[in-house]
């Protein structure tokens, strides 16, 4: 599929995807929702690819869904079309690891995007919010879940009921963000963190990700016991032997992701 909305580049085994809608702050509509979700599901199918980033421009990560998309949606439209449902979902279906390159305004839909990411990395001049309080609406794909757990009830409240901006330093101050970087140096920081995770074994990578979501999902004493077995069934993978063995040998492991 050739897209407009977005550019796709796989280089030494990472997907980079650009949001390409400058004219617009690459402000989330249909074809745009509709292009990511193709090329990360394509991404999750070519085993070339083993790590993931998503970035915008340096003014903007994402601006938000398209307003002007949603205005004249009625309940109908948007609640039986169930607008970003389909787009959001395959996103989540992503096994393999994705980090949000921000830079700029991370806003609405643009912060519940960055927040579906495995991590988040951000460059001195992001702001992230949940400004759809001033448009008589609320977040729709995440903002009042996934930031109540990130940052805690009363961030998320006050950002959610104010609509005001975070800046850098109080995305990471709260744990919103991963790290803070010049935003010279944004890409190739990211990209380096990219690059180390495709350097070890994609089965570990996979079984961390999911480790590390569950704890979301499920009470801590069940998801200690989910992260005890994964670690023991890791023991089942030539990978673990190598990984163990370059290290008492002094070498570096050759993984083979088997
Ligand atoms: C459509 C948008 C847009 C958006 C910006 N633009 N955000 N178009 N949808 N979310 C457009 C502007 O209309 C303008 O187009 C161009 O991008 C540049 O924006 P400006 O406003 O001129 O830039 P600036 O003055 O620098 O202000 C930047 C900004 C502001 C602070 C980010 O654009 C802004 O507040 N945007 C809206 C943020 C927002 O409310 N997001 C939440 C959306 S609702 P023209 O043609 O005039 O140049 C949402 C719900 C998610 O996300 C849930 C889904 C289910």
């Known amino acids: 599929m050739a897209y407009e909305t977005i550019t796709l580049a796989v280089d030494n085994h990472v997907a980079l995807v650009t949001l390409n809608r400058p004219d617009a702050l690459n402000a989330l509509n249909d074809v745009l929702m509709t292009e990511l979700a193709d090329a990360l599901k394509g991404c999750q199918e070519n085993e070339k690819v083993r790590c993931i980033v998503i970035t915008g421009s340096e003014k903007a990560f994402a601006a938000g ?153 499920v009470p801590l004493r069940e998801g200690l016991l989910f992260e005890r077995r994964v670690f023991h069934s890791l023991f089942a993978t030539e990978d673990q032997k190598e990984g163990m063995s370059a290290f008492l040998e002094k070498r570096e492991a050759q993984f083979r992701d088997k």
Request: with cysteine.
């Open 65 to 217: 869904a398209d307003i002007a998309m949603m205005k004249d949606k009625s309940f109908v439209d948007a609640f039986a079309g169930d607008l970003f449902t389909p787009e959001t979902d395959q996103i989540m279906r992503v096994r393999k690891p994705i980090i949000a390159a921000v830079s700029g305004y991370a806003l609405g839909g643009g912060c519940e995007l960055a927040m579906m990411c495995d991590f988040i990395i951000c460059s001195e001049t992001a702001k992230f919010g949940q400004p759809e309080i001033n448009l008589g609406v609320v977040a729709g794909i995440g903002g009042t879940q996934r930031l109540t757990r990130i940052v805690g009830k009363s961030k998320a409240m006050d950002m959610n009921l104010t609509g005001r901006f975070m800046d850098a330093e109080e995305a990471e101050r709260s744990g919103l963000v991963s790290r803070v970087v010049p935003v010279k140096k944004l890409m190739e920081e990211t990209m380096s963190a990219a690059q180390k995770i495709a350097e070890k074994s994609m089965v570990s990578v996979m079984v961390v990700k999911e480790a590390v979501n569950r704890a979301y999902e």
